[in-house]
């Protein structure tokens, strides 16, 4: 029997924002003075207006829980192709960090628009991978939307 790949499976991504809503991003115990359901909203508002150049993912805890809320923002795959990498961002509580998420993702996020300075603010480190030496979080899947099965930074 031969396998066939489906056609979407090949076809461009566009940038994508994954969101993340685990353990302690968006929840309103650990940041109530933050509407994070409507960040989320203005999140898939700001995609469904992009005409498909822009996606919105949701994602479990993706590590650095200490930094909530957390943003990755993924290249499309023809930056991808050229070298860019996701870009993660923390502290994403307010409307002024989501209006600058995604304002970069419009213009074409990594690897395509120049980063904003006041967003440089908020970038953090990707939790490092889980190695043999047992160091790092436990990961499920591969690239910045993958999900943690640990809870971290509490």
Do not use: Y
């Not at 970069?104 to 996020?109: L, P, T, V």
Request: aromatic letters at 4%; hydrophobic letters at 35%; a positive charge.
């Amino acid at each position: 029997m031969t396998w066939i790949r489906p056609i979407a499976a090949h076809a461009e991504r566009p940038c994508t924002l994954v969101v993340c809503r685990g353990c302690c991003c968006g929840d309103p115990r650990k940041n109530p003075g933050t509407d994070h359901a409507g960040q989320l909203a203005r999140l898939r508002e700001a995609a469904a207006a992009s005409g498909g150049r822009l996606a919105v993912r949701t994602s479990d805890c993706l590590g650095p829980c200490a930094q909530a809320n957390v943003i990755v923002v993924q290249p499309t795959t023809e930056a991808r192709r050229r070298g860019a990498r996701a870009a993660w961002f923390g502290w994403a509580l307010d409307d002024t960090a989501t209006d600058e998420v995604i304002a970069w993702a419009e213009a074409g996020g990594p690897g395509v628009a120049p980063l904003p300075a006041t967003l440089d603010l908020h970038r953090v480190d990707p939790p490092a991978p889980a190695g043999p030496a047992g160091g790092g979080r436990k990961a499920k899947g591969g690239a910045a939307g993958r999900r943690g099965s640990g809870r971290r930074g509490r």
